[in-house]
């Protein structure tokens, strides 16, 4: 039976979004070809009519849940952007949560390709917390910038702390609420 381009497309799409959680949940080293197609409900004989390797599914998976993580950061302030990434539910749910706390590392040992898909998703990110006031002059949008800059670094810092530590230690949680507070409080001051 023919598989039309549509269905194509779709499986595709099922390759790219169980590899994004699966590399969120086990790092690019932690599952291999096989058995990522098996959990996407196909044969590792089929990966190759999609992707070239696998290092461009991971960048292609990267890039779909960097898009995802920022139209979902679209829709709130960057106080609740603080609430919600420094938090216990997604500290604990990796393979849903944010591609930049869960692979950063493993991006920094991967080929180009992958380290130019997170240059483009940090930006994106930064792009999508960016004050909508855009009448601000070059000086204060280069502050903004950096504000943003070292607020992300220390969202994805915190919460890779955090999974750093066993699950039911109280420093995982500490690291969460210490840096969620401080970077709140530094807001409404």
């Known amino acids: 039976m023919k598989v039309t381009k549509a269905q ?3 499986n595709r799409e099922r390759i790219v979004e169980t590899a994004s959680m699966l590399f969120r949940e086990r790092g690019y080293d932690g599952i291999g070809v096989a058995e990522l197609m098996a959990a996407a409900g196909f044969t590792h004989g089929g990966f190759y009519k999609h992707f070239g390797s696998k290092a461009d599914l991971m960048a292609e998976a ?4 960097f898009a995802k993580s ?8 960057i106080a609740d952007f603080i609430q919600q990434y ?15 706390a869960a692979l950063c590392a493993d991006a920094g040992r991967q080929s180009e390709l992958i380290k130019q898909t ?3 998703g940090i930006e994106n990110q930064l792009a999508t917390l960016a004050d909508k006031d855009t009448d601000l002059s070059e000086t204060e949008q280069r502050e903004s910038r950096a504000k943003r800059i070292a607020a992300f670094a220390q969202v994805v810092g915190a919460l890779v702390l955090s999974r750093a530590c066993p699950d039911d230690s109280a420093l995982a ?5 210490v ?10 001051s």
């Open 86 to 100: 420094l938090s216990r539910e997604h500290r604990d749910a990796p393979a849903q949560g944010c591609t930049m």
């Open 8 to 10: 194509v497309r779709e």
């Open 70 to 77: 920022a139209e979902q950061s679209a829709e709130v302030d």
């Open 179 to 188: 840096c969620r507070a401080k970077m709140l409080g530094e807001r409404d």
């Open 173 to 177: 949680d500490e690291i969460l609420e």
């Open 118 to 120: 997170f240059a483009v």
């Open 62 to 65: 990267a890039a779909c849940s």
